[in-house]
């Protein structure tokens, strides 16, 4: 299986974007792991709905009809790393071949992106910055692997 997460913004970050790297280096030694930047929209002078839908089209460009997409969203599932670890290995299971992570813009998903997606799942209750949630999303990602591997990181 592959795991992709794909993001709107940039790296926006010296201090965290090589931990985020540092993370994304670890979960490749498990499966292969991608992470891909849609560029922001340049036209600021757009509506909240209608930068929602030009956002939600740049997703919608990247996912194959094959993929298992998960929205990291406010309104999704809070579960626990074990919980996430499960989650990962059902995927492996199933047969999923491109398990995708979606981060939304400032403003969230599109509709059309919510009803393409096939589950949602809420790192916090709290809200993030794009490359906090980006780091804490790869370093669970990896505590997931290694639990699924029975590795003494993640401590059960």
Do not use: C
């Amino acid at each position: 299986m592959k795991i992709k997460l794909i993001y709107i913004g940039k790296e926006d970050s010296a201090e965290l974007s090589p931990a985020v790297a540092n993370y994304v280096n670890k979960i490749k030694f498990y499966l292969p792991f991608e992470v891909e930047a849609i560029p922001y929209l340049k036209n600021t002078k757009l509506s909240v709905e209608e930068q929602k839908k030009q956002e939600g089209q740049l997703f919608l460009k990247k996912i194959e009809n094959s993929d298992f997409v998960t929205l990291l969203d406010e309104h999704g599932k809070e579960v626990t790393s074990v919980g996430f670890s499960q989650f990962i290995q059902q995927q492996m299971v199933r047969g999923t071949k491109r398990l995708i992570f979606l981060i939304g813009g400032a403003y969230g998903f599109s509709e059309e992106v919510y009803q393409r997606g096939n589950y949602k799942i809420a790192l916090s209750q709290m809200t993030f910055p794009h490359i906090l949630t980006r780091l804490i999303f790869a370093e669970q990602l990896y505590r997931a692997m290694t639990i699924l591997k029975g590795e003494p990181y993640h401590h059960i």
